[in-house]
């Protein structure tokens, strides 16, 4: 796993203004592979929301104030935290999975209530489609889990 600026951006930060993606909020940068630098000169007001929100966002990361500067340093991955990123991967996999299935099911049931009004052949021929795009599906979502797998494990 690599360390990214944009691994940040998607952290929200709660203001007297509202709710800001942080990198709407700030400039994020990479200082070095263990180091992000979240520099907060044009939002000088919401350095400490900012920091907060970094803090609260699950990452376990903890940021350093310094100034109109937040130091993030990224802390190595231990392979305990590796494998755990693993098992969540697959837990989420499952899901999208399950989700699947279900969009499937409902499809499937559309096109069985439509046999009165639409021929045999044509029903047959959307079920084999929905069929092959759950298919196509689940085999996208596989290859993405066995990649993602390899670069945590790697």
């Known amino acids: 796993i690599r360390t990214n ?17 942080l990198n709407q909020l700030a400039q994020i940068s990479q200082h070095s592979v263990q180091l992000l630098v979240v520099n907060m000169s044009n939002f000088p007001e919401s350095t400490a929301a900012a920091i907060k929100a970094i803090q609260q966002s699950g990452m376990n990361l903890n940021p350093e104030a310094d100034g109109l500067l937040i130091r993030v340093p990224v802390p190595k991955i231990t392979r305990e935290h590796r494998e755990n990123l693993v098992t969540v991967a697959k837990q989420l996999t499952h899901k999208a999975k399950e989700s699947l299935r279900k969009v499937r099911t409902g499809a499937m049931n559309q096109t069985k209530r439509a046999k009165g009004t639409t021929s045999e052949d ?25 990649a993602k797998t390899k670069e945590l494990l790697a």
Do not use: H, N
Request: aromatic residues 2%; hydrophobic residues 40%; without cysteine.
């Open 122 to 146: 044509t029903i047959r021929l959307i079920e084999k489609q929905i069929q092959q795009m759950t298919e196509d599906a689940t085999e996208e979502m596989d290859k993405l889990l066995a």
């Open 5 to 21: 600026p944009g691994a940040l951006d998607s952290i929200i930060v709660v203001t007297k203004d509202g709710k800001f993606p």
